[in-house]
């Protein structure tokens, strides 16, 4: 079945540093990828999406692109702020039903003033 | 902007229960979804529902679940009788169509079963 493989966390870095978390993952064909995030005692918010080979997702800064050829979504900024802090999560969409997706654990960032 | 919202944003109950968990898809969409997120682990997958019926549902969705789109506008997770290691947050989503990649989140209710 699909899985999500992501960077095992926390990570803790200080602001304005560059900020890398990976994901990989395994799937039938060509899904859809995403990255949420979910801020303390919040509920999930869709960062960036990237619907197929090499499409780049952004947003507020943060960039994924989408590598076929490595199976990889990883996430980017180049200088994270304290208001960064929070769970990330990379998941991929089931390609018959969109709306079922499958989510890595989270990644715990923490930014550091 | 269009969103998804569940109450209660935090319910507690007794072990053995019934509980019922309600959220409110977008009103254009069709496909609906739950998912569950038990503290400080992934967020998984339940079941997802489209036109009246459970299109597709996971191993951890057992008989003790069930699903309800009772009006036009609500959609209910129902727990018959609550266990301790229910206690999680639960997301409601929803997507226009079974191809929409994007599925909108509500904010999540906490269940906390003691």
Same mark, same amino acid.
Request: one cysteine or more; proline letters at 4%.
């Given at each position: 079945?699909?899985?999500?493989?992501?960077?095992?966390?926390?990570?803790?870095?200080?602001?304005?540093?560059?900020?890398?978390?990976?994901?990989?993952?395994?799937?039938?064909?060509?899904?859809?990828?995403?990255?949420?995030?979910? =801020?303390?005692? /919040?509920?999930?918010?869709?960062? #960036?999406?990237?619907?197929?080979?090499?499409?780049?997702? &952004?947003?507020?800064? *943060?960039?994924?692109? =989408?590598?076929? /050829?490595?199976?990889?979504?990883? #996430?980017?900024?180049?200088?994270?702020?304290?208001?960064? &802090?929070?769970?990330? *999560?990379?998941?991929?969409?089931?390609?018959?039903?969109?709306?079922?997706?499958?989510?890595?654990d989270g990644t715990t960032?923490?930014?550091?003033? | 902007?269009?969103e998804v919202t569940q109450?209660?944003?935090?319910?507690?109950?007794?072990?053995?229960?019934?509980?019922?968990?309600?959220?409110?898809?977008?009103?254009?969409?069709?496909?609906?979804?739950?998912?569950?997120?038990?503290?400080?682990?992934?967020?998984?997958?339940?079941?997802?529902?489209?036109?009246?019926?459970?299109?597709?549902?996971?191993?951890?969705?057992?008989?003790q679940f069930s699903v309800?789109?009772?009006?036009?506008?609500?959609?209910?997770?129902?727990?018959?009788?609550?266990?301790?290691?229910?206690?999680?947050?639960?997301?409601?989503?929803?997507?226009?169509?079974?191809?929409?990649?994007?599925?909108?989140?509500?904010?999540?209710?906490?269940?906390?079963?003691?």
């Amino acid at each position: 079945g699909d899985s999500v493989t992501q960077m095992e966390g926390p990570v803790t870095l200080s602001e304005e540093a560059f900020l890398t978390i990976n994901c990989t993952y395994t799937a039938t064909g060509y899904p859809s990828l995403f990255w949420y995030v979910q =801020y303390p005692g /919040e509920g999930l918010q869709l960062l #960036l999406k990237a619907t197929k080979a090499d499409d780049k997702g &952004s947003n507020k800064g *943060f960039e994924a692109t =989408y590598r076929k /050829e490595t199976t990889s979504f990883h #996430l980017e900024k180049g200088s994270v702020q304290v208001s960064d &802090s929070a769970v990330y *999560f990379c998941a991929l969409s089931d390609l018959t039903n969109a709306g079922k997706s499958t989510f890595g654990d989270g990644t715990t960032l923490t930014v550091k003033p | 902007e269009p969103e998804v919202t569940q109450t209660p944003s935090h319910q507690v109950t007794q072990m053995g229960q019934e509980v019922i968990l309600r959220c409110v898809p977008i009103s254009n969409h069709l496909y609906f979804y739950w998912y569950r997120q038990i503290l400080g682990q992934k967020v998984e997958f339940l079941v997802s529902f489209y036109n009246n019926e459970i299109s597709e549902k996971s191993e951890i969705f057992d008989d003790q679940f069930s699903v309800e789109r009772p009006d036009g506008s609500n959609f209910t997770l129902k727990i018959r009788s609550t266990k301790l290691e229910d206690s999680a947050m639960y997301f409601c989503a929803s997507t226009l169509n079974y191809r929409d990649t994007e599925a909108f989140f509500g904010q999540g209710t906490r269940l906390t079963v003691v």
